[in-house]
């Protein structure tokens, strides 16, 4: 089609292979892997969506699978996937959504909610994706285990303040309310980095901890106290106020961590967690 604006991929071959069968291969590999670590999980859970990593996938499938998995097995089919992530660049506004129609990677096109995102009312900014990583390695999961025909708004975020995620979360809700939107929203983020495997759990506890009590604004107090590299934590944080919007009484699950130590050793590693919230506990 002539009006279609599609973002090409930026770092197919770097992130995650550059061809169908390896992406296939490699989520495949990952789940068989995990599969014994996936215990059964309570049907008919409304899921409200989840933190996951972005680094390569050869480090962290393991830990992301484990999220797109628990959807896939729900029968839980979103609209519209809402990914909340991170700036990696220093390109573009506070808060951005991309002017594209569609996503590209090796598995083929993933359409771009138009209508949706427009509605958010944020700046509309392509240079902030250019060579932004964190939204585009997520799209080959949604693709593999959601469809194709999944549609997505991607949310960028160079201002983490927990005011920029309320007014966020905020706009997400309202707009999914408004147009009727089955979304569920993800939140890419990596937690701590380049730190000895035991230094980097005490300090990702104590954002966990925030997580699990549902304080948003916690959440910013100890990345900034105990300068935690959560690369992700606006997102973390929208999709927490995003819960809260949806239920007060919302749960958090933690459905799998690990590091980049544990792939290729290192006393040097990179945390991830992936987490998953939801209307109640499973």
């Known amino acids: 089609m002539k009006d279609q604006k599609i973002r090409k991929p930026g770092v197919v ?23 014994v670590m996936m215990k059964d999980r309570e049907p008919g859970i409304q899921v409200y969506g989840g933190v996951v990593p972005h680094a390569g996938m ?6 992301t699978v484990h999220f797109f998995e628990y959807i896939r097995q729900s029968g839980q089919k979103p609209d519209t996937v809402v990914i909340v992530h991170p700036n990696h660049t220093g390109y573009g506004p506070d808060v951005s959504i991309d002017g594209f129609t569609h996503w590209e990677t090796p598995l083929g096109l993933v359409p771009v909610d138009r209508e949706f995102a427009d509605l958010l009312d944020f700046s509309v900014s392509d240079e902030a994706q250019h060579g932004e990583h964190s939204a585009e390695v997520l799209v080959p999961y949604l693709q ?18 927990h005011k920029k995620a309320m007014m966020a979360a905020k706009k997400v809700y309202d707009v999914a309310a408004g147009l009727k939107r089955k979304i569920i929203v993800l939140a890419s983020s990596d937690f701590s980095h380049f730190l000895s495997p035991e230094d980097s759990v005490v300090l990702d506890d104590k954002v966990l901890n ?4 549902k304080d948003g604004p916690g959440v910013e107090e100890e990345v900034r106290k105990h300068h935690v590299s959560v690369c992700g934590y606006g997102p973390i944080m929208v999709m927490m106020e995003y819960a809260g919007f949806r239920n007060s009484k919302y749960a958090v699950n933690m459905l799998r961590r690990g590091h980049s130590g544990e792939v290729s050793p290192s006393r040097k590693v990179v945390n991830y967690i992936s987490l998953l919230f939801s209307e109640k506990s499973m």
Do not use: H, W
């Not at 061809?19 to 296939?24: D, K, L, R, V, Y």
């Not at 925030?210 to 009590?213: E, G, K, L, Y």
């Open 144 to 161: 593999y285990f959601m469809g194709k025909d999944t549609r997505i708004v991607s949310v960028n975020m160079f201002s983490q303040s």
């Open 210 to 213: 925030a997580i699990f009590r």
């Open 13 to 35: 071959g770097l992130f995650y292979p550059a061809s169908p069968e390896g992406i296939i291969d490699m989520i495949e590999s990952a789940l068989g892997q995990e599969r």
């Open 58 to 63: 050869v480090y962290c499938a393991a830990q």
